[in-house]
């Protein structure tokens, strides 16, 4: 290893919190002190921080010490957006004045280099400010696990392990009872929480944003299992799941509820299945309780991973790149083409072979 | 211990499913049979399962194996309520030909006795059955723990494990992102799983149906912290919390939003707190997430205990009654006494007291 | 509540760790500071603080925030035992001179009161220290829940947790092997840990210091099991459990090997059990493992109660006592009474009563 | 996807039990039933079902509802190794007789394929059996996650996860009492758990076999974290373990406590340590607790995968090939090759570059 200069590098959370953000601050912070002798500053309430001229607190062992198991960012994170608007298509039309109040700052506390963890959209800022001359290593972060160019990112099997267990839990519930239950989980543009908690827990229907569902499948499936006195269903639903073939299939005949009324697709979902199969349902939104808690041990190794591959990629000068898992080894990718796509389930994913060899229904075209 | 003449007893659970039904099943068919001799059969349905000429199932150890760790009941349940219509003041309207059938059924099925796992409804329907002449003992079953005449019911201490840890979980979001989170926990009549989950979790609000709460109080809560720099709060309420001084807290000035429109309890505090304070608010509701899930050893003891001391109880003749755990014995207690009124938190119970020690804001009168 | 003048308090915890000693420091720091307006300051390493001129921390509530969850306890424990020499009939033969350093070190620190968080050695300590003019109130702190005059202790339910989902674990191998498992638990003098967690657990056998036992038993129903086909038998055995009628069971004939040798009583069992019956066992001594982790939602809510009622008992003056859990109410009692004796499983316990029913062996006389 | 003629075929688990076991025989059922209307039975107690007129159960989508969640298999495991004895270079002497057993059995039962889920020894006898004419799918299964050719197997991330949670336990003891703990994991012959686990539980050393370690550089990491206040330690040692240069480092002046006489390696690390630190240490040995429990999402996800993916490599004759996990697809590879050679972690291994980055010590000749 060559020896490198002394330096200061900021680091900060950005978006949502995620399990096993503390685990990859306090992996910086180690890797940066005690292999470079490097001094770490935390950046806090995200992007913000670097708006407002907010405290900078400085980070030692000392304050990344029981961090590994602890979720949330003891840095704080936010989606307050002040960057910019999001279109409807991804692209951001950016508020210039934040980007060059970003950049005086930066040069202000006279930093080497900035680590940023974030999403998508963290990201596509820090690619914009990487353009503008800050030296900055992203590090991906989104439970959804939708961020291109790595095949994971922290926080998605601590979710994914939680929306198991709840729909072990929930399981009980809906075979005493003879119930449909919906559950309703993460994932706004790509159905791996839904997929593979729905695979993991059992569940007979799993409607994901990749492939657009019949409701009437779905209820076809739930009396397929009634008729064989299987008199209980478990349907795994994504956030950003939607119907298609609406109009025959649940707008007919005076209508589904509508979404404006009813809240979630969990609840049109729901609604619905009632309506068409006379069964009683019930909706389970796990909603922010997938956000939190402990990281599991395989998220605390990846956020670890990052970390120290973070500071490593600063070591090598490696700036505008996004560290990344791919084939089990620990690299790095350029930022904009992470951020260039989303990375959905693909139509041939083993994933959804499985599932519909297992006899679950995805209510889909091939259903 | 006398000499008993072999019998046949029957078993039903009754009402919403809890984490340790399972566990009673296997004590009583474990004491029935290991210690007695007897026979036991399940009765499938809930009292439903009388009024049918639905599929009775012998019940020997080996069906009975494994059963410990399982949530749920092996014999569905069900509150449909074929009985009698429950009045807003608690008494039933009966369905006098329902009764009429579940006393023929059971003396065609030739049972000595009949044990009855269930809520404050189910108790209610068994004392009936009982004054008709059928030898019924009963075994108390609550998640709400609002059954008199027992300091405990099994399943209370596992929904409050669940809500507990789901609170930790929500703490890590909060915190992270400046948030006031709003938890609506079980509790139809009484605050027992909101007040000590919400001391067990680190809660700032709790709101119960024993204390009338003022959402003004509960706003000022959230400020007086933010204003010390704790800008995050957690709510923790019961579903069966109301507000009291409505008109001047929270429906002055165009009023709060609609419950019809919004959903329940928790949905109106979170409403309410955001126009009171202006801070970011979340909602989630533990919901089924509550019920389900392996039982705690706690209440899988306890369950133990009860399927044990319900054959006891029949060995006894203490028909009419139903088994208890009073001052850390094992009892029994007439079913009419039980099921005449519930156990709410008293207003000088040692719990509030220490939540206000901590604190913590019941939103009410005193605080 | 009357006006009490402001007081600084002294706190530290003695003896082994315990689930809930952090939730009990949180507790007293808020009902000091936030009700009273008193000053807390923390001791470290227990009773060894007081004897070093060891660092005395402030403790505000900034200092214990976030602290419920967290196992430990931030103060450090020890049972170093600098202050005497206990004898095998429990007395402690004092060394004057640490008694004299601990008064005049109170003195120096110019605290109103101490809370002392202990075991029975720490509770004697600190009983011994009172009597020399100490204001002191204490804490019952025991795991085994073998504190007299307190219905609980806190720690005591999540030892008990982990335990019982120890033996769900171990239940699977058993069963899949067609083996005996020797599940050793915490309880040197009491079998509460084994009893609760073997009925909880699904034990076919429990053996407990209480109930003196006899290997040939144990033996005897590992192979009454065997005979019915199932194959398999979990035994589970607190640390401190005996043997009875050695000679004739498990001595003769070249004798069991001996415990030197062997390890604790979990070895001697199962190498006797392989010898009696012929079946492979397995060993697990939980241990350490007992003592960690994040207390139950019932631990939590116990140790917060007893923090806070320590505070009570200091502003009412009630020095000597130790706060307790009685009959569902939270009270004190005399600190001498509390370790006059131990507090150990009755023989006419219902859980031994109900363990018989449920077919569990505890391979003594009446088994 | 072709026709195919109905089959009939045989399931049986070898080897140690592993959580997940009894995912692949659900997904093998639903799949084979479900998609190509096959019959699948069980054959019970792994390879030793097949020399013995043993019962043969037919299992049917029936047999293996909720099975997900549960750890074991169903079917029985063992390694009881009739079919010969396995040398000290991993040959094994085949007990030829054992061999035309299960052929006849095989032949007799009229089975048209086989999957064996099982280790490194029951795939070798897989091999074996294969080459003799039975055809023969295998699923690998091995807790260490050591078999090569995939780069997962069920199971580990259960571990993984129970070790991690483990040491969780254990730091809040170590902290509070200023101690050393030595946690002993599995892996007999690498280092993958006590890595990913002393990685993810924030161990200070980590010794595996694939890296010879001197106790002295132990100790003097325990020394070192000491000396800046540091007080605890965590060392996580695999059972596999080796301690080199023993001669300079701990066998001399009187030599280190025989293992015979102290058991595992954990307590010859304790035991040393102790030694040459004078700090007080404890051991906990994992042993049976990593293999029992609910798997993990991943591991049950993983599992059903296996099983689905054997039925389709019987359904394209892909015999004498093992289903395996490679680069984020389900594959399958021949036998031979996956028990050719252990899969160990590599000197270049990313996971012990991020250890050190850590400040980690491995106590090898780098640390």
């Avoid at 200061?8 to 949502?16: E, H, N, R």
């Avoid at 992996?27 to 770490?40: C, D, H, L, M, N």
């Avoid at 935390?42 to 708006?51: A, C, V």
């Avoid at 279109?87 to 930093?111: C, H, P, V, W, Y």
Wanted: overall charge negative.
């Amino acid at each position: 290893m060559k020896a490198t200069a002394p330096k200061k590098i900021g680091v900060l959370t950005g978006g949502g919190d995620a399990p096993g953000l503390n685990a990859v601050i306090r992996a910086i912070v180690k890797a940066a002190t005690g292999r470079y002798g490097w001094e770490v500053v935390g950046i806090e309430e995200g992007f913000e921080g670097l708006l407002h001229e907010s405290p900078i607190r400085r980070l030692t062992p000392d304050d990344v010490r029981g961090l590994l198991p602890r979720g949330g960012s003891i840095l704080g994170c936010t989606n307050k957006g002040h960057f910019g608007i999001q279109t409807s298509d991804g692209r951001i039309i950016k508020d210039e004045s934040a980007f060059s109040e970003a950049m005086r700052r930066f040069n202000e506390l006279d930093l080497d280099a900035m680590v940023v963890v974030g999403g998508e959209g963290s990201l596509r800022i820090a690619w914009e400010l990487y353009r503008m001359g800050m030296p900055i290593v992203g590090v991906p972060k989104t439970i959804d696990n939708d961020i291109a160019e790595t095949d994971l990112t922290f926080g998605f099997y601590t979710a994914l392990q939680f929306a198991t267990e709840a729909i072990d839990r929930l399981h009980t519930t809906a075979e005493s009872h003879n119930r449909v239950i919906v559950v309703e989980v993460m994932g706004r543009h790509t159905g791996w929480i839904a997929l593979e908690s729905g695979i993991a827990g059992g569940a007979d229907v799993i409607l994901i944003p990749e492939v657009p569902f019949y409701l009437g499948k779905a209820a076809a499936k739930v009396m397929e299992r009634d008729a064989r006195g299987c008199r209980f269903s478990i349907i795994v639903v994504a956030e950003g799941a939607a119907a298609s073939g609406g109009a025959e299939v649940y707008l007919e005949a005076g209508g589904m509820d509508r979404p404006a009324r009813l809240g979630g697709i969990g609840e049109i979902v729901a609604s619905n299945i009632t309506r068409l199969t006379g069964k009683e349902t019930r909706v389970v939104v796990l909603g922010h309780l997938q956000r939190g808690g402990s990281p599991t041990a395989l998220d605390r190794t990846l956020a670890s991973c990052y970390g120290t591959a973070a500071i490593t990629a600063i070591a090598e000068g490696k700036f505008g790149h996004m560290v990344a898992y791919r084939n089990r080894e620990i690299g790095t990718v350029e930022i904009e083409l992470a951020v260039s796509r989303l990375k959905v389930v693909p139509a041939n994913s083993y994933l959804i072979g499985v599932a519909r060899d297992l006899g679950i229904s995805l209510a889909g075209e091939q259903d």
